[in-house]
Nanobody, 126 residues
Framework: QVQLVESGGGLVQAGGSLTLSCAASGRTFENYAMGWFRQAPGKEREWVAGIAWVGGNTHYPESIEGRFVISRDNAKNTLYLQMNRLKPEDTAVYYC???????????????????WGQGTQVTVSS
């Protein structure tokens, strides 16, 4: 019954920006940390951004920090990922994710998440 649906992917030139959205339904994610992951062909799904419920704390891999911004609108049950200064290496399918149980701190590992969207394709041309 829980559904996460990503949108906003597309084609963008290197150096450009794109904002992804993740609409959650089936339940509220009050008190849940949320995250964004991506998966390129032949690669494992990797974490790119996480946000806590309490305090608005966010975390990113060092390679991402400064280019991506994760945010949430809890009233709308929606998660966002603002991506700036995109590189061809950012090309991947991007997924939003939520854990099975409430957790207020940022979660950074794939196995900490239970629910996943079906992904939205982001392609960055050089």
């Amino acid at each position: 019954q829980v559904q996460l649906v990503e949108s906003g992917g597309g084609l963008v030139q290197a150096g450009g920006s794109l904002t992804l959205s993740c609409a959650a339904s089936g339940r509220t994610f009050e008190n849940y940390a949320m995250g964004w992951f991506r998966q390129a062909p032949g690669k494992e799904r990797e974490w790119v951004a996480g946000i806590a419920w309490v305090g608005g704390n966010t975390h990113y891999p060092e390679s991402i920090e400064g280019r991506f911004v994760i945010s949430r609108d809890n009233a709308k049950n929606t998660l966002y990922l603002q991506m700036n200064r995109l590189k061809p290496e950012d090309t991947a399918v991007y997924y939003c994710a939520a854990p099975e149980t409430p957790f207020s701190a940022v979660l950074t590992h794939r196995n900490e998440y239970k629910y996943w969207g079906q992904g939205t394709q982001v392609t960055v041309s050089s």
